[in-house]
């Protein structure tokens, strides 16, 4: 894989539709987290990694996966409201917490200005036994290349 900058995978854009707001056209709370592993996702995606290395639904019957990733923890904290139309732009940190999970924590900027934060943890399991076992191949690389080239802080 050729060596991208971290900016085209830590640090993503997001415009907020109006099916995202409430009747006042505030961001409605339980995007936020919705968000943040759409930003997850688009992370992996942008770095090199296909669906079908970290999603169970996105292999082939014949290759069942042998590790699943659940949310073990998530959190979301607001500082300013959220419009329908705004630009906002999103910071992806992920951190190892130990060999077998690792969390993500997101900051939503609107103009420079924090709007909110995000943070999802996801725990390796093997899938047939339901047991705690190593992380990924895929996301130990991710990790890896994401403690290496870090943009701003959170």
Excluded at 84 to 89: F, I, N, R
Excluded at 102 to 128: C, P, S, T
Aim: with cysteine.
């Amino acid at each position: 894989m050729a060596f991208r900058s971290p900016y085209e995978w830590l640090k993503l854009e997001r415009i907020v539709r109006f099916g995202d707001t409430d009747a006042a056209g505030v961001m409605h709370f339980h995007q936020l987290l919705r968000w943040c592993h759409e930003a997850w996702e688009d992370s992996l995606e942008r770095y090199g990694i296909a669906a079908a290395d970290v999603f169970p639904g996105c292999r082939a019957a014949d290759a069942p996966p042998t590790i699943a990733l659940p949310v073990v923890h998530c959190a979301a904290d607001f500082s300013r409201p959220v419009h329908g139309g705004d630009h906002l732009v999103v910071t992806l940190k992920p951190i190892r917490v130990d060999p077998s999970q690792y969390e993500v924590r997101f900051l939503f900027q609107l103009e420079e200005a924090d709007v909110a934060q995000g943070i999802i943890r996801q725990l390796a399991i093997n899938a047939d036994t339901r047991r705690r076992c190593a992380l990924p191949e895929a996301i130990d690389r991710w990790l890896e290349a994401s403690a290496i080239g870090t943009v701003g802080t959170l």
